[in-house]
């Protein structure tokens, strides 16, 4: 009997928006979560990435994104906070001009701007994101 093969690794397909400010990055977190996000999540069935990342800035902090003005910045692969052993996230990050006030809304509990100093606050991917964006002298 030869011995069944390993199952891959579950991956977490999700889409996010940066927004960054005075060399800041906007970072979310959720009631009961303790490391902070960026504003996304998952894809709904047939959603385009720019639909998916407007419709997650909208629910998490209340801004209609620009059509027209998002640009992806970087896709990251890394382990997932929270989730099961060996379970990876493959975050697809966008920026996009928006218009309306930031503020929390829906399951978001707290929202904070995220320096490369205070990174470990943040999930291991956004970490990544922050780390990215440090070196080529976007946060600060």
Request: aromatic residues 4%; proline residues 7%.
């Amino acid at each position: 009997m030869s011995p069944t093969p390993p199952s891959p690794p579950a991956v977490i397909d999700a889409l996010a928006w940066v927004h960054v400010r005075e060399g800041r990055l906007l970072c979310v977190r959720t009631e009961g979560i303790d490391l902070f996000y960026l504003p996304g999540g998952k894809r709904e069935p047939g959603e385009s990435d720019e639909a998916a990342v407007a419709r997650e800035a909208l629910e998490e902090v209340s801004v209609v994104l620009r059509p027209g003005t998002f640009r992806r910045v970087a896709v990251i692969d890394e382990a997932a906070h929270a989730q099961g052993p060996g379970t990876r996230v493959r975050l697809s990050c966008h920026t996009a001009e928006h218009e309306g006030e930031i503020a929390v809304d829906n399951e978001i509990a707290e929202l904070a701007w995220i320096g490369f100093a205070d990174r470990e606050r943040c999930a291991p991917a956004v970490r990544r994101l922050i780390e990215l964006l440090h070196a080529e002298g976007t946060v600060h």
